[in-house]
């Protein structure tokens, strides 16, 4: 792995794990917090950040929603705040992996 991230203490056998498998992790990295944790190994991170509106001169907040993949390992539970950086498409919609827990947000 390229980017320097915290180990987790848990292992796991899964293949699309950063740690303990072979998935190489490249990219953006992001920061949010889980919204839902109830797909097998999948959580959609919600993401807030400031768009500038040009007509009334000014910083709009605005969120979006990034599914990412969830290792065994870190596994994180709604609510949790957490960093995923960006790695292979993994299926359809999901392209991000869970690589930290940062905190916990409720």
């Known amino acids: 792995m390229s980017m320097t991230f915290k180990q987790p203490k848990k292992t796991c056998d899964d293949p699309n794990c950063p740690f303990h498998g072979t998935l190489a992790v490249r990219g953006r990295v992001l920061e949010g917090v889980v919204?839902?944790?109830k797909m097998d190994?999948?959580?959609?991170?919600?993401r807030e950040f400031m768009q500038f509106s040009s007509k009334f001169v000014r910083y709009e907040r605005r969120h979006g929603h990034v599914p990412s993949h969830n290792p065994p390992c870190i596994d994180v539970k709604e609510g949790d705040r957490v960093k995923i950086a960006?790695?292979?498409?993994?299926?359809?919609?999901?392209?991000?992996?869970?690589?930290?827990?940062?905190?916990e947000e409720r």
């Open 41 to 46: 190994k999948t959580v959609i991170v919600d």
């Open 86 to 103: 960006e790695c292979r498409p993994l299926s359809k919609t999901v392209s991000f992996v869970v690589v930290e827990k940062v905190g």
């Open 35 to 37: 919204h839902t944790a």
